[in-house]
């Protein structure tokens, strides 16, 4: 048994017979390697006393530095800072870093004329030296004027260079929420630029009664700007309105003969022949009826037109291009204007507060056109305005009634059209995939 078991040992199976091998080629290569390492652990006795040191000194040449003038010394500093509300000249020059020095010399000169005219948030723009003097400062005013006060050898010089106009393109959209103006201000889209947007849509929306709460808009229109400040607001050149889920596009066209008008990107025009509404933003107080329960009199008769709730000195405007045919006082109307347009239509504008300078008989008005204002004249309960559209002499419903529109671009255009505004229709769908301002 014992013999057996030591043929066992002596003799490997085939499967360790291979293994074995590379086992023992491992081993093998690896003890001269941990010789080496402890050959190198043990042998703190080494003696180095006799290798040979050796020290070279070279000598370099030095670079030739160029001697540093006075003046190339001094360091000046350019800041910009925003007016703070209430704020002084003489702190917003402290702020900024000027002496106090310097500062009572300005102010005690007639430069000092641009401090009574501070603002909050206006642009400021100085150079001082590392001792506070005051360089140059320069203040952008809320029309872009650009004021530069300028030290000189006696004493602080005041001018107004002329900045030359820049344009810039600016793209905004939003999301009703909850009206138009409060979109619009979320969208920083200025006043101004929604009101127009309102005109462009007029003839296809009416925004009294038509915008819904999650309608989108984008805008794409011109800003001036003069030494970095917006001075006004320029065209639109295009937009779009979604309303009710229902898309409306204007882009801006330029005829062969200058005439910019709004067209669909198919070059349907968008200035037809009467606005939806003769007032910008307003309610509906009472509808067309031919039965109605005045609210006056007491007994019911036909109300021939249909009213729209406004304060009073609201701007009307006249729905489409006329000639006045009355500008008076007439019974229950109160103050009234009535226009003749073209193709039998008529428009009564009445309870008037006043009229317009130059509304007069025979007076020709254009389309938007500021005919008079809201009031409360003739027989009527508040300030409103009671407005009617006539065919041939007949009232019609103002709301529903099919308005006149205007030719189609011509056929000869056309690729004209395509050439100008492509690349604002290409931006409209870039902005309807950004992220649009909302007011929650």
Same mark, same amino acid.
């Given at each position: ?182 979109? /619009?201000?979320?969208? @920083? ?5 929604? =009101? ?6 007029? $003839?296809?929306? !009416? +925004? ?76 509906? /107080?009472?509808?067309? @009826? ?5 609210? =006056? ?6 109300? $021939?037109?249909? !009213? +729209? ?132």
């Amino acid at each position: 048994m014992q013999q057996q078991k030591l043929k066992s040992l002596t003799h490997p199976t085939p499967l360790l017979k291979r293994k074995l091998p590379t086992r023992g080629l491992l081993l093998a290569a690896l003890l001269p390697l941990f010789g080496m390492v402890t050959a190198y652990g043990i042998a703190p006795d080494t003696d180095t006393r006799d290798i040979p040191v050796q020290t070279l000194i070279e000598n370099l040449p030095l670079p030739q530095l160029a001697p540093v003038e006075a003046d190339q010394a001094a360091q000046v500093f350019h800041l910009e800072e925003r007016v703070l509300s209430g704020e002084t000249l003489g702190a917003l020059l402290s702020r900024l870093g000027v002496s106090t020095q310097d500062s009572a010399l300005l102010m005690s000169q007639s430069a000092a004329q641009i401090g009574r005219s501070l603002r909050s948030g206006q642009r400021v723009q100085v150079e001082v030296s590392e001792q506070g003097e005051l360089l140059q400062l320069r203040l952008t005013g809320a029309d872009g004027t650009l004021n530069r006060i300028s030290r000189q050898a006696d004493g602080f010089v005041l001018d107004q260079p002329e900045v030359a106009l820049e344009t810039r393109v600016i793209m905004r959209s939003g999301r009703i929420e909850s009206s138009l103006f409060a979109a /619009t201000d979320a969208a @920083s889209l200025p006043d101004s630029v929604a =009101v127009k947007m309102a005109d462009i849509f007029g $003839t296809q929306l !009416d +925004f009294r009664t038509d915008l819904r709460k999650g309608d989108t808009f984008s805008i794409i229109y011109e800003m001036a700007y003069r030494n970095g400040e917006p001075t006004g607001e320029g065209k639109i050149l295009s937009a779009e309105y979604v309303n009710a889920g229902k898309a409306h596009r204007a882009v801006l066209y330029r005829s062969p003969s200058g005439k910019d008008e709004y067209y669909s990107p198919s070059g349907e025009s968008l200035s037809k022949g009467f606005l939806r509404s003769p007032l910008e933003f307003s309610r509906i /107080t009472s509808g067309f @009826s031919n039965s109605r329960k005045h609210p =006056v009199y007491g007994f019911h008769r036909a109300h $021939t037109g249909t !009213d +729209f709730g406004a304060p009073t000195g609201t701007r009307v405007k006249a729905v489409g291009d006329a000639v006045v045919t009355f500008a008076g006082r007439k019974g229950g109307y109160g103050n009234l204007v009535i226009l003749r347009h073209q193709n039998g239509y008529e428009t009564y504008y009445a309870h008037l507060n006043g009229f317009a300078k130059g509304i007069r008989r025979g007076a020709s008005v254009g389309q938007g056109e500021i005919i008079g204002y809201v009031g409360a004249t003739g027989t009527a309960t508040g300030p409103h305005l009671h407005y009617e559209v006539r065919i041939g002499g007949q009232p019609r419903n103002p709301v529903t009634v099919k308005l006149p529109g205007s030719p189609p671009l011509p056929v000869a255009q056309r690729a004209r059209f395509q050439q100008q505004t492509a690349i604002w229709t290409q931006r409209l769908d870039q902005l309807r995939g950004t992220n649009l301002a909302a007011l929650d």
